[in-house]
């Protein structure tokens, strides 16, 4: 229940949402209260909480290889690939901004076009924030049954060096919502204790994960003319990043961490993951 008083006035709110949602935030210390209304005229309400992370000690790493239409998940034993939704959202927004080119002195004056507009729009953003959402929870739950770290390139600088190079790449980057998947994961991580770490993604494509000469690429086929190792660019990208953290973490927890393919890995960075660390989780509901 969320009570407003505005002057001589008192509303009360009843929050409509899971209840054992709802139950993982009691008792931890909040904020401040932020009610918004949307278009339809639903009422939303944003509650900060304070939460404690302590994660726990790791045994093995999942690392993860972020791409537009698939995401590749590594474990050392065997490489999986799971598919986005981001493409389906890409075409949606692509729509949106066809109707606008096509009807370019019209749309922002005609209802109709308007909010045909915003429902792709509309969409588009709910199709993102879902799945990432679903898929989130689906990759923390299952590190934390099996005790491992989740381990993901940086890609905070990633836009930024791509529009140096090439607007159209820089163009596609900004529709491309991996930030959003990521905040997804690293809030899940916070939620259930569960250590995450960020590595540095350089080079973690065209290098051999074997050992460690550069690749050579026919389409997405990766081939190492050095040691004859072949492999799709997903699993080389994935590997990669698995090898950054062996190199980064293993060495403070243990003699487990070492890479069957390769004896060294190329990493700097990292933090610590046994120390407790107090975050902000905000909570979003509807009424």
Same mark, same amino acid.
């Given at each position: 229940?969320?009570?407003?008083?505005?002057?001589?006035?008192?509303?009360?709110?009843?929050?409509?949402?899971?209840? $054992?949602?709802?139950?993982?935030?009691?008792?931890?210390?909040?904020?401040?209260?932020?009610?918004?209304?949307?278009?339809?005229?639903?009422?939303? %309400?944003?509650?900060?909480? &304070?939460?404690?992370?302590?994660?726990?000690?790791?045994?093995?790493?999942?690392?993860? +290889? %972020?791409?537009?239409?698939?995401?590749?998940?590594?474990?050392?034993?065997?490489?999986?690939? @799971?598919?986005?939704?981001?493409?389906?959202?890409?075409?949606?927004?692509?729509?949106?901004?066809?109707?606008?080119?096509?009807?370019?002195?019209?749309?922002?004056?005609?209802?109709?076009?308007? #909010?045909?507009? &915003?429902?792709?729009?509309?969409?588009? &953003?709910?199709?993102?924030?879902?799945?990432?959402?679903?898929?989130?929870?689906?990759?923390?739950?299952?590190?934390?049954?099996?005790?491992?770290?989740?381990?993901?390139?940086?890609? #905070?600088?990633?836009?930024? $060096?791509?529009?140096?190079?090439?607007?159209?790449?820089?163009?596609?980057?900004?529709?491309?919502?991996?930030?959003?998947?990521?905040?997804?994961?690293?809030?899940?991580?916070? #939620?259930?204790?569960?250590?995450?770490?960020?590595?540095?993604?350089?080079?973690?494509?065209?290098?051999?994960?074997?050992?460690?000469?550069?690749? +050579?690429?026919?389409?997405?086929?990766?081939?190492?003319?050095?040691?004859?190792?072949?492999?799709?660019?997903?699993?080389?990208?994935? @590997? $990669?990043?698995?090898?950054?953290?062996?190199?980064? %973490?293993?060495?403070?927890?243990?003699?487990? =961490?070492?890479?069957? @393919?390769?004896?060294?890995?190329?990493?700097? =960075?990292?933090?610590?993951?046994?120390?407790? @660390?107090?975050?902000?989780?905000?909570?979003?509901?509807?009424?």
């Amino acid at each position: 229940m969320v009570i407003v008083k505005l002057r001589d006035k008192e509303f009360k709110i009843k929050v409509l949402h899971h209840r $054992n949602y709802i139950r993982k935030f009691i008792g931890h210390k909040w904020y401040e209260v932020i009610v918004s209304i949307d278009r339809q005229g639903r009422i939303w %309400i944003a509650i900060p909480f &304070r939460w404690i992370y302590k994660p726990y000690r790791p045994k093995r790493f999942i690392s993860l +290889d %972020i791409n537009l239409k698939k995401i590749a998940v590594y474990n050392v034993r065997k490489i999986r690939r @799971m598919n986005t939704r981001f493409t389906k959202a890409l075409y949606l927004k692509y729509l949106a901004e066809d109707v606008q080119k096509r009807h370019s002195y019209v749309w922002r004056r005609n209802d109709k076009w308007l #909010e045909i507009i &915003r429902a792709l729009h509309r969409r588009s &953003r709910n199709i993102v924030v879902d799945w990432c959402r679903k898929f989130a929870k689906y990759i923390v739950l299952k590190a934390r049954r099996i005790r491992s770290v989740i381990v993901l390139e940086d890609l #905070e600088k990633l836009w930024f $060096n791509s529009s140096q190079k090439s607007r159209t790449i820089a163009d596609k980057l900004s529709r491309f919502a991996y930030k959003k998947l990521q905040l997804a994961i690293l809030t899940k991580c916070i #939620e259930y204790n569960v250590p995450i770490t960020f590595v540095n993604p350089k080079d973690t494509s065209t290098t051999c994960p074997r050992c460690g000469a550069k690749l +050579d690429y026919n389409h997405r086929l990766a081939i190492c003319r050095n040691c004859g190792f072949i492999a799709d660019r997903d699993t080389v990208g994935a @590997m $990669n990043i698995h090898l950054k953290a062996v190199k980064t %973490i293993a060495p403070r927890l243990g003699s487990w =961490g070492t890479h069957p @393919m390769i004896n060294e890995a190329r990493a700097k =960075g990292g933090f610590r993951i046994d120390e407790p @660390m107090t975050v902000h989780i905000k909570t979003y509901t509807s009424i």
